[in-house]
Structure formats: structure tokens, C-alpha cells
């Protein structure tokens, strides 16, 4: 049993710094990095790109419920 379910959580982090945004740049037709790193900044609006509330992926996640992540 799971308590959450994610699908192609992409936006995990705001930095847009993950290597798939250059390893997918010439496929990636929905999300490009610059158009992620605008809606980062816009969202952002100056505020610490890491904060763990805005980028889950440097929150402390122990105690988080049991997920399922799917990517592709």
C-alpha cells in the first residue's frame, strides 16, 4: 500500500538543474529547460530556489509516506 502516487515528477526542484533537461533538450517538446527555469522564476519570485517546501528533492523526507514514482 502507498500513500501517494507521482507521474513524471519533473518539477521537483526548482533549480532546473537535473541532467535530464540537457539529456532530453532535443525531445523535449512540453517542458524545456528555459521554459522551466521561467516558471521557476516567476513561481519563485527571489525566494531560495532550494527551500524544501518549493524543491521537495532537498527536503528531509523521513517519516514521508510510502510513494509510487513513475517516470519514463
Known sequence: RFEGALLSPRWVEMTT???SFKDNAETD???PEASAQ???DTYMQGFDLKHPIASPLF???AG???SF???G
Request: glycine share 0%; hydrophobic share 60%.
Open 59 to 61: 527536503a528531509d523526507l
Open 38 to 40: 521561467t516558471a521557476s
Open 69 to 71: 514514482i513513475n517516470v
Open 29 to 31: 517538446l512540453l517542458f
Open 64 to 66: 514521508f509516506p510510502t
Open 17 to 19: 538543474t537535473a541532467a
